[in-house]
Every structure is written in C-alpha cells, then in structure tokens.
C-alpha cells in the first residue's frame, strides 16, 4: 500500500511542475485524495459491500469534488491534475500512466445495464472539460483536447479535438506530417519569419492556412525554376530576377521587445499562487 502512495506521489511530481515537496502533495492535491478513496470504495464494491463502495464515494465527492464510481477500473499512476467537476462512471476502465484534468466526464449513452463506460488504454491524457461517452475505447498513448466531445474509438497516438471528436492528426499521417512540417519550417525561415503553430497536432485553422500558403509558395518557386531552366536549354533569353530582400531589422527590434514583455511577465509570476 505505501508503495502505491509513494508510486502516486512521484507521478504528481512529473507531471505537475507547480508541486514544490511531498508533504505538500499529500496535503494538498484533492486529484491524490480522490484515488486513494476510490481504491477504498471499489475494495467494499469488488466483495459487494455496495452500499459501503458507495458511501466512500459521496464522501470523496464532497471533499474533493471528484465523482468516481466505486465499481470502476483504475490503473497505476493515474493523475488527476485540479480534479473539479470529474466525473468517471461505473464501468470505467483506466490503465496506467493516464492524466485527468478537471472537467472530465466518461459517461454513459445508455440506460442499459452492462458495459456503457469508456476504456482508457496506457497513457491517455484528457483535457480540461473534455467528454468520452459511450463503451468506446481511447488507444494507448491518444490526446483528447480540451471540451472535445469523443462519441466513436481513437486510434492509438491520435490527437482528437471538436465536437464530434475528430482525429485532427491521425496516428498514420503523423510521419508524414512530421516530414511536410520540417519543410515549411525551412521555407519559412527563408522568408525571414517563424510560422508559428504550425505544427503537426495544431488544428488552429489560421496557422493551417499560413502553412497551405507556405506550401503553395514553395511550389511556385520550384516550379518557376523548372520553366526557367527550360526556357534557357531552348536558347531563350530569360531574364531572372533576384527575390527582393527582406527588411528583417524591425521584425527583429519587434521580437526583442515582446520577448522582453514576455520574461517580465515570467519575473513577475508566482508559481505558488
């Protein structure tokens, strides 16, 4: 048993920076409470003390503010990060290494007895207020954003958002993303400015516009390059022009200003609040 509340304590340590010492931890994270009551109830629950099970999990309720049904599944190392307004249904099945963050329901779609609850296989994490309802299965390693709403099974390392859930990054595109990524990054620093979020999981549609342009651009200039060099085996007179320089010192004076914003945001930040 200690074991287990040590192995609880450390995990809040690798995924919190905000935890500063384990006496802290133990005193103050409802998310570690919340379990510990929960492995309580589901032992009065599994030998079918149900009115117990449940006792224990109203009491959890009401200092924590974390509903967790006493007959469902929970693995190793679960961490629950603020907690408030979680609410984790019966036949609930968590694995290992997984992370809540306040909000969060795996709920039910149905009124009929059995298996109704979602599956969370190895490392899942679930954002804030974000909801998996229904016997569907979230995949080792799968991110659901913040308020997604997740009705249908996400495929291993798959990030969903929206409403309905959306795998805006499936787990089979993600190396091939990975590559184009790289290559609008290069492109974007030839052209004097970082493409900021365009990144593989970010489903901004602004930065996934800016990064369509990026690619447009890019074939442009190759394909430019192609018709010159035509033009010229065919003993044309082409007359190719230089692209004209960017002026990049403003940009820059611009950026040294909002990064020194930034760090005296930092300064002024206290963690312990």
């Known amino acids: 048993m200690f074991q287990r509340i040590k192995e609880d304590i450390n995990c809040v340590f690798e995924r919190d920076p905000a935890a500063r010492n384990a006496f802290e931890v133990l005193t103050n994270y409802p998310g570690l409470h919340a379990i510990w009551l929960h492995r309580l ?14 006792t224990v999990s109203s009491f959890s309720r009401f200092i924590t503010g ?16 603020h907690g408030m307004g979680i609410v984790i249904g019966e036949t609930a099945e968590i694995g290992n290494d997984c992370t809540l963050y306040h909000g969060v329901t795996l709920g039910g779609t149905s009124w009929n007895a059995g298996k109704r609850h979602p599956t969370l296989e190895d490392n899942v994490v679930v954002g804030a207020g974000a909801k998996v309802l229904g016997p569907i299965t979230v995949c080792t390693g799968a991110r659901v954003g913040s308020n997604a709403v997740v009705v249908k099974t996400v495929n291993p390392e798959a990030t969903v958002v929206g409403i309905p859930g959306r795998e805006v990054v499936p787990a089979k595109c993600k190396e091939a993303m990975k590559e184009k990524h790289a290559k609008r990054s290069e492109l974007a620093q030839q052209y004097g400015f970082d493409a900021y979020a365009v990144s593989p999981d970010n489903p901004d549609p602004v930065a996934n516009a800016i990064g369509q342009m990026l690619d447009h651009m890019h074939l442009m200039d190759k394909r430019m390059g192609e018709l010159s060099k035509a033009l010229v085996a065919m003993n044309c007179e082409v007359k190719v022009k230089d692209l004209p320089e960017l002026e990049i010192e403003a940009f820059a004076e611009d950026e040294q200003k909002a990064a020194l914003e930034r760090k005296q945001e930092r300064d002024a930040f206290d963690p312990s609040i």
């Open 41 to 54: 109830g589901h032992w009065f629950w599994s030998r079918r003390l149900f009115w117990l099970g449940r």
């Open 66 to 81: 974390i509903e967790i049904h006493p007959g469902a599944t929970i693995g190793r190392r679960f961490f629950i990060d």
